[in-house]
């Protein structure tokens, strides 16, 4: 039989605390600001009206099933690219300052504008931590 130790059990796995601290950080900016546009649209100003409450969550889901995606293969053995699907996931809050391609921040709500930019920045620090995780997993 077979033994395996500590360290390999521990591999799979093995993205650190503080990518996990940033993907909560980012989870929650990401939920406060889809949320916040899902049931303020109507504040937003010059939202295209094909977007409406129901799109907004759709489209929550669909960037969440990337960060999904990167735990699952972290999780099973793949950390390399793990960290590279949570890259792009945080990079895809950067999506969130295309607001100011319609309206300037003054036209936005203070709440508008404190939500874009918290995911904006958590996604920015996610994705750099992401893709240091990338070359490192790749090093090794």
């Not at 033994?3 to 390999?8: K, L, V």
């Not at 996990?20 to 949320?35: D, E, K, N, R």
């Not at 950390?79 to 996931?89: D, N, T």
């Amino acid at each position: 039989m077979v033994e395996i130790s500590q360290g390999a059990r521990e591999r799979p796995f093995s993205l650190p605390k503080h990518v996990w601290a940033l993907l909560a950080v980012y989870f929650v900016a990401t939920l406060a600001h889809f949320v916040h546009n899902a049931e303020f649209i109507a504040f937003y100003p010059n939202m295209p009206a094909s977007i409406t409450r129901e799109t907004v969550y759709l489209a929550w889901l669909a960037i969440a099933s990337v960060g999904v995606a990167g735990i699952l293969f972290a999780r099973f053995g793949l950390p390399a690219l793990g960290a590279f699907l949570l890259g792009c996931y945080g990079a895809l809050g950067l999506d969130a300052l295309q607001h100011y391609t319609l309206a300037l921040c003054s036209e936005h709500t203070l709440a508008a504008n404190i939500t874009i930019w918290f995911e904006a920045t958590a996604g920015m620090l996610l994705a750099v931590t992401s893709a240091l995780q990338v070359n490192i997993h790749l090093a090794r």
